[in-house]
């Protein structure tokens, strides 16, 4: 796991971390995620303060995280409901690639897949729209 800090002064204001994982792009072959090749780099937490938003803190973090990016192969998986997280990936031009339903995250389960803008498969797929259609609560 990689993790990469923001900070100000003595004070942490943010924190980005990450981890080898299979491509979700990449097909199974009828093989479990975890058989499938670790090629990609996966985005599973990306935080700043309150305080520190709007400042470019978190797409500082994640250009950073994303160096590592073996190809820009490079995936967040996130809370269809979470709009902050959706407008922060649709700004930088994240694409999604699928919607799936996953026990313990939002009230239906929903999770939406971001493909950073220049992994390959992101080629095959259009950005999120500007406005990101948010289901009603």
Known sequence: MT??????????????????????TSPAQEQTSCERPVDALQITDLTVAPVARGRGVGASLLDVLLLSALDDRAWVST???DRSALTFYQHRGWHQVSVSAL?????DGTQVVLLAPRHPAAQE?????????????
């Open 3 to 24: 993790t990469v800090t923001a900070r100000v002064g003595s004070r942490l204001c943010g924190f980005d971390t990450a981890l080898r994982s299979a491509d979700p």
């Open 79 to 81: 809370d269809v409901l």
């Open 125 to 137: 797929t259009a950005p999120l729209p500007r406005q990101v259609p948010f289901p009603n609560p």
């Open 103 to 107: 026990a313990g995250s939002s009230r």
